[in-house]
């Protein structure tokens, strides 16, 4: 149960990671480029929250 929780929240950490870097090739405002990586962080942080058990 252990093993299978810190695997996904490592798939979910390196999902992110990749999401931030696709949002960082996009051609956007620099404006709207950190509007979206700040919504990407958030949803990232309330999943982990979730693997974690805190909701």
Do not use: N
Request: cysteine-free.
């Amino acid at each position: 149960m252990a093993s299978s929780a810190l695997i996904s929240i490592l798939i979910t950490f390196l999902v992110i990671i990749l999401v931030l870097y696709l949002v960082q090739r996009l051609p956007l405002d620099g404006r709207m480029r950190q509007i979206v990586q700040v919504i990407v962080i958030i949803i990232g942080v309330i999943s982990l929250l979730r693997y974690l058990a805190v909701f």
